[in-house]
């Protein structure tokens, strides 16, 4: 289930997207995102092969450092969370809204080598 997922802040002031979602996981799925607008996909990020794992998961990913930043547009966003076999086959997939206002990012789009929405980093306390 994917419960939230919406722009917010890392600790240090940078701007994030914080997902939080109830995770009933067997071992083996590969778990992607994708973050879109309106009219195109603006950012993906996959986590690799899930354990098995029952709970509640809250993890943020970065949207900006530097001179580089994911292309966000002005409107709303969605973000589509997607468990898959590893021959390919989709085992359950979520989408939602994107919440809070979006931020104003400036920057190149992230090389592939860039921390931009690269490393799954924690939430908040009290998150």
């Not at 029952?54 to 994911?70: H, I, K, T």
């Not at 709303?76 to 809070?100: I, S």
Request: hydrophobic share 45%; net charge negative; aromatic share 6%.
């Amino acid at each position: 289930e994917l419960g939230l997922a919406r722009f917010s802040k890392l600790e240090i002031g940078l701007p994030s997207l914080e997902i939080v979602m109830q995770v009933d996981a067997r071992p083996g799925a590969a778990m992607d995102l994708w973050l879109t607008d309106d009219n195109s996909v603006v950012a993906r990020w996959s986590a690799g092969s899930s354990a098995v794992y029952n709970g509640v998961v809250c993890f943020q990913l970065m949207l900006q450092q530097g001179a580089e930043a994911v292309p966000l547009g002005p409107g709303k966003h969605q973000l589509t969370v997607a468990f898959r076999e590893p021959e390919g086959n989709v085992v359950t997939a979520k989408t939602a809204e994107v919440k809070n206002l979006t931020p104003k990012l400036t920057g190149a789009v992230p090389a592939p080598a860039s921390e931009v929405f690269r490393e799954g980093l924690s939430c908040p306390r009290g998150s």
